[in-house]
Each structure stands twice: as C-alpha cells, then as structure tokens.
C-alpha cells in the first residue's frame, strides 16, 4: 500500500546549535513527523545540531557544502561550482529515492537546492531570514532566483518583504508570506524563572542595575553602541554600583579587530567593572535571570532577532534599536522600549529611566513574557506553515502517477 503522507525535505546550511534558523528547522520536523506528515533533513556534517536529529529518532542525509561567498579566489569559485552542480546531483537522488512531495530550504545562500526540487517536479518553499546584502548584483541574481524556482516564500518578519520584495513587480506577484519565527522552547528557560547566581559569581553589586547584550561580535550587532553608553553613565557620575554591563559573545575570525577595539574603549576609559566581556556562555538563561533588563542595539536592519524573543520569553524587557523586524517583536512603552539606531545617548537615558521607575520596568518585564508566549508560540507558527504547505500539497503524489503508469 501506498504512503499517503505528504513526505517534506528540510535543507539546513549550518550545523551550529546556536543559530536561531538551525534551532527553527529542527523543531519543525520533528513536529511534522507525525500521523500525517513525514519530515527529513538535509545536514552538512553528523556534528552539532545533527545530534539532536539523532537523538530524536529524525532520518537526516549528509551533503557537505561550500558556502557561497564573494571571494575573487578562481580556486574557490571553482570549487564551488563543482560542489554545487554534485549537491544537485545527490539531493535529486535523495528526492527520488525517498519520494519527497516538498522540499523546504531553510537557508537562501543555498539556493542550488531549488534547482534539484525543480529537476524532480517537486514543490518547494524557500525561507528567507537576511534584509540586505550590500552587493546589488548579488541580491538581485538571487531574488530572481528564488523567485523563479520557489512555489512560496517565507519571510521572518514584515521587514524583510517589505525590503526586498516589493521594489520590482517581479518579486511582487511571488508567493510570498510573512510568517515570525517562534520563541525558544520554554523548557530551556526554566531557569528564568528559578533566578540565578550570576551576581554572585561576577562579584556583582547588590545595589547595581544590571543590562544583559548577549550577541556575536560583529559591528552589525552594536557593541560600540553598548560601551559608549556606558562612558557616557560615567561621565554623568554612575559606577559599577549602579550598572553593569553584560556582552555575551566571542570574537569572531573575521571580526577579531572589532573585539579588540571594544576591549580596548573599555580599557581606556576604565570601564573594566562596569562593562563584564564574557565571552561565550552557555546560560544564557542564567544570564538573563540575574539581570535586570536585556538590550539588543544592531545598527543595521536586523531580520528578526531571536535574542530578543530569548529574553523576553525569561521575562525581560528589552531595549531595542528600531531596526528591520524588532519593531514587530516590541511594542514600544508596553512590553519593551525603541530608541534610534546606533544611539549611545539614547540608550544611556532610557537606562537610567529604567533604573529609576521599577515599577515601570515590572510592567514591562510581565508584558514581554506575555507577548511571547501569546504571539510568537511555536503552535502558531507551525500552523502557518503547516497552511502554507496544504496550498502546495499536490492533489495525487508525483511517484504515485508514475506508479500507475510504469
């Protein structure tokens, strides 16, 4: 007898279990394998996030692959080539043997998928998670491109299509829907709830206000916005015993000057007690526990950052810049605050406020955690996609008309 559930193939780019995008593909198909549906995974290596697909009893195939990158480097363009056109190869293979009705990227800069999903007559759906991409040439091969090969797009927040889809007519009449990406699984915050011992173990003051950054170190991400708030308390008379700062993240390879230009602001302005560079942790809910309100400050157009719903979900509030698609995760003066992008001032005033009116700040705190859970649930978005899927499901499955006619 014929399966009759509709088969769908997630395509993952990354293996980190740390990004948002990775933690997202992960938990859709272990939802969608059910009585129903039947869910696979495409991974670039058995390491990582892969584990969790192991340990969830989830099919998963391995096609290791190159990025795609702006390197003038003829070596590593042809690599890539002969990567891509095999990955194409295998995942046709892949299609066929295990009779996939939709293959879902979980990642744009993998396109070459689409084109395996278009060579098996298959139906495709493509995630689109970046806002920007500084090379117009670029951005504009790969709109077209997923415009032509995709049969629905996802954008993780009205920032997005609104950025990238609705300056050409072309990308208007695609397929195109809005669909927020959903809070972390609530059980690995429970220890929001529970409190934690930062404090002690930073040696942190008990009278201090403490702000939370967790976030990679990129000048995209705003450290410098941070410390420079930071210099600015202090210049206006406030100490370690009233704010601390917490930057959560490490130096990344190809930023290592931007780590060093922070440590060394905080270096000459003498901000080692007000100002903890952490690096990376693993406790982030812990980190959140001990503090006394987030802040994420991007100054480029941020797609929708899964931090913000991180601290929220630990019920914090959090200051935001009005960046991409934080606007549509804070509602300003009700469960968070917006200031301008890259505004050190802002940011230091909008703290000391905080610090000022707890009562204030509690209200906020309870209406972020409220927020999350309500309007970012993991429910609501596998039921969006799950609706996405049902326009795409085909009437009769491909391989079942090509069993009749064999």
């Given amino acids: 007898m014929l399966n009759d559930k509709l088969k769908i193939l997630y395509y993952g780019s990354s293996l980190s279990i740390q990004k948002g995008a990775n933690q997202s593909m992960y938990r859709l198909a272990k939802s969608f394998n059910n009585e129903t549906t039947e869910a696979y995974a495409v991974l670039p290596g058995r390491e990582g996030i892969a584990e969790k697909y192991e340990q969830a009893g989830l099919k998963y195939f391995v096609i290791p692959a190159l990025p795609l990158k702006s390197k003038r480097s003829l070596s590593y363009q042809w690599a890539y080539i002969r990567s891509l056109v095999s ?10 043997s295990e009779k ?6 979980n990642d744009i800069t993998f396109f070459p998928a689409l084109f395996a999903a278009k060579a098996e007559g298959i139906k495709t759906v493509c995630h689109v998670r970046f806002i920007s991409i500084r090379n117009r040439l670029v951005k504009w091969v790969l709109l077209f491109l997923i415009t032509t090969f995709s049969d629905a797009i996802i954008c993780v927040s009205r920032a997005v ?18 669909v927020y990406n959903p809070s972390p699984d609530s059980v690995d915050f429970t220890v929001c709830r529970n409190g934690g011992d930062i404090r002690k173990e930073l040696n942190i003051p008990s009278t201090a206000f403490v702000v939370c950054h967790v976030s990679k170190f990129t000048r995209n991400k705003g450290q410098h916005v941070v410390v420079r708030a930071a210099a600015r308390l202090k210049r206006d008379g406030y100490t370690a015993n009233d704010f601390v700062f917490l930057l959560v993240g490490g ?7 931007y780590y060093q230009e922070i440590k060394d602001f905080v270096s000459e302005h003498q901000l ?6 952490l690096g990376i942790r693993q406790d982030v809910a812990g980190l959140y526990a001990g503090s006394d309100v987030a802040i994420h400050v991007p100054v480029h157009e941020d797609p929708f950052p899964g931090v913000v719903l991180e601290a929220m979900l630990c019920g914090k509030a959090v200051v935001g810049s009005k960046s991409g698609g934080i606007p549509e995760i804070i509602d300003d003066g009700v469960n968070g605050i917006l200031i301008p992008k890259e505004d050190a001032d802002a940011l230091a005033q ?22 999350v859970r309500n309007k970012f649930s993991f429910e609501v978005f596998q039921q969006k996609i799950m609706e996405i899927y049902s ?10 008309k090509q069993y009749e006619t064999a």
């Fill in 251 to 257: 130096p990344l390879e190809n930023h290592i000057k």
């Fill in 272 to 277: 080692e007690e007000m100002v903890r560079l």
């Fill in 350 to 371: 909008t703290l000391v406020k905080l610090k000022e009116n707890p009562q204030w700040l509690d209200r906020l705190s309870s209406q972020a955690s409220d927020a």
């Fill in 391 to 400: 326009l795409l499901k085909p009437e009769k499955k491909h391989y079942e």
């Fill in 161 to 178: 299509h609104r950025q990238l889809f609705r300056s050409r007519t072309r990308w208007r009449n695609a397929s195109i829907h809005v």
């Fill in 87 to 96: 990955n194409i190869q295998k995942l046709r293979r892949i299609i066929r």
């Fill in 100 to 105: 996939i009705d939709i293959l879902h990227v």
